[in-house]
């Protein structure tokens, strides 16, 4: 049996946030010691609403490998690269426009919120809806079997599980009925990926009402110290008026205290004794939850701190992580290439 293989990946729109963590990360930590792991900075994909700002993106990208580092990712372990130098993927993602109707991809419901949450409009890039595809060729390049992401990302995925089969239909002579789990075994290059989603599946901001974001200005970051969280979390608004109102213990801040507060007694109290209205206010719970988010990232922070002022060692390595992105995209890519028809000689490229 192959090794499993985990892919997944970032925007550089801004730092890594607690959402990110809860989501996506805190699970690839985990993997690192479980299967072949990859993760992407998706600098391409920053242009799609940021063209006019490559020094903010080229910042960002480095800020992000800072944060991936402070949480635990270990890049002896996961290859951390940059997707402008595996140059597979950008190829990969030509061939799969063509296996895509146009209108399945403009279908997809994560791309409809963008362009709102993100006020485009109807002036955004042909690149934008082409990040879609792009990024069916970022997971499909490594033959990833696993993609551990938040809830938004599930239409991606299914995109993307949606092209393999067909894929490997049109091209390696895989019978419409196999099941998923057997494409690759039935010959099929790409194992269809799964959407590995983390615990916490949607983190709200502090504003309590919308998905915690980088581009919204409602994250708490790795960077943020305890003053700068509480003066945050103290903005997060219930509607609850004194603390001997019964509160809606399904609210952002009771998400907050399940996803921070470790100790499982104290969480049953505080839902208990909020439910009821038993003497307790926002403003103390909010106390208790900042206090727990400072604990977990205060040595997050101290280790970011120490690759500070270190661009060339943080470029040394999204390089030699590129490399090994490199070896693994070239072979899919020769792989895809020959089985579609298109694999007149093995080439060589060099990509140091
Ligand atoms: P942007 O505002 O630029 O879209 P973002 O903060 O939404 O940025 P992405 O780079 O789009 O972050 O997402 C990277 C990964 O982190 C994805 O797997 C996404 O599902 C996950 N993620 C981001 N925000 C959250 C959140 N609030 N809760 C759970 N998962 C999240
Ligand atoms: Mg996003």
């Not at 080229?58 to 690269?81: C, H, N, S, W």
């Not at 130098?85 to 209108?103: G, K």
């Not at 509480?230 to 019964?246: A, F, H, I, N, V």
Request: aromatic share 8%; with cysteine.
């Amino acid at each position: 049996m192959t090794q499993r293989r985990m892919l997944t990946g970032d925007t550089p729109t801004g730092q890594l946030h607690l959402g990110h963590w809860v989501g996506s990360v805190r699970r690839r930590v985990e993997l690192q010691s479980q299967a072949e792991c990859f993760v992407l900075i998706a600098n391409m994909h920053a242009f799609t609403t940021r063209s006019e700002k490559p020094d903010e993106i080229r910042r960002d990208t480095l800020q992000i490998v800072r944060d991936y580092l402070a949480m635990g990712l270990d890049p002896e372990k996961t290859a951390i690269f940059l997707q402008t130098e595996v140059p597979a993927i950008s190829e990969l993602t030509y061939l799969f426009a063509m296996l895509l109707p146009y209108n399945r991809v403009m279908r997809n419901p994560t791309l409809k919120d963008e362009i709102k949450v993100k006020n485009l409009g109807d002036n955004y890039s042909f690149g934008f809806p082409l990040y879609a595809v792009g990024q069916t060729a970022d997971i499909l390049a490594f033959r990833a079997h696993a993609v551990p992401v938040g809830e938004d990302q599930i239409p991606h995925i299914e995109l993307t599980r949606e092209v393999a089969r067909r894929f490997n239909q049109l091209y390696c002579g895989v019978d419409p009925k196999t099941e998923d789990a057997d494409h690759a075994a039935a010959g099929g290059v790409f194992p269809i990926p799964e959407a590995d989603v983390g615990k916490v599946a949607r983190l709200p901001g502090t504003d309590g009402v919308n998905k915690m974001s980088k581009s919204l200005g409602n994250a708490i970051f790795l960077t943020d110290e305890l003053k700068q969280i509480k003066k945050k979390l103290g903005k997060l608004y219930t509607g609850r008026q004194s603390p001997d109102e019964p509160g809606d213990i399904e609210n952002a801040l009771f998400q907050y205290v399940r996803t921070f507060i470790s100790d499982a007694d104290r969480v049953a109290e505080l839902e208990r004794r909020y439910a009821a209205g038993d003497d307790i206010g926002d403003g103390h719970i909010k106390i208790e939850v900042a206090q727990a988010i400072d604990a977990l990232i205060a040595p997050m922070r101290e280790r970011r701190a120490a690759w500070d002022d270190r661009d060339d060692d943080l470029i040394d390595i999204l390089r030699e992580g590129s490399r090994r992105a490199n070896a693994l995209a070239e072979e899919t890519l020769a792989m895809a290439k020959e089985a579609a028809g298109l694999g007149f000689w093995k080439r060589s490229l060099s990509l140091d």
